[in-house]
């Protein structure tokens, strides 16, 4: 099981701490991903952490304003997001990934909704 947290509403320019909690699984087994889906479109690869957390990989639109880490002895994996845009507004989702280079998830947790006003 994953459960999510940490969402909210924001202004642009301002920071959210995202976290999945994770249970029921062998947490150093899996690479884990963020995902997210804004309203009336797809759902969207944001990043990923391999099961070491030695490594990450984000979308474009992402990168060098969010950072994926894990802390393999609390079973969590965590997305602070910075220089929050109207466009990052979305549900996020945390998920068990096939492995680290892909973007097929497993297995995936509730969402939590990121606001970001202009």
């Known amino acids: 099981q994953l459960q999510a947290s940490g969402g909210g509403l924001v202004q642009t320019g301002g920071s959210l701490r995202l976290s999945c909690a994770a249970s029921?699984?062998?947490?150093?087994?899996?690479?884990m991903g963020w995902f997210r889906q804004a309203p009336e479109k797809g759902r969207e690869f944001v990043g990923a952490?391999?099961?070491?957390?030695?490594?990450?990989r984000y979308t474009d639109s992402v990168k060098g304003r969010f950072t994926i880490s894990r802390d393999n002895a609390k079973n969590t994996v965590d997305l602070q997001m910075n220089s929050l845009k109207p466009e990052d507004t979305a549900v996020y989702y945390c998920?068990?990934?096939?492995?680290?280079?892909?973007?097929?998830?497993?297995?995936w947790g509730q969402g939590t909704q990121v606001t970001v006003s202009s």
């Open positions: 029921g699984l062998v947490f150093t087994n899996y690479a």
């Open positions: 998920a068990q990934l096939l492995y680290f280079a892909s973007n097929t998830a497993t297995n």
């Open positions: 952490i391999r099961r070491s957390g030695g490594s990450t």
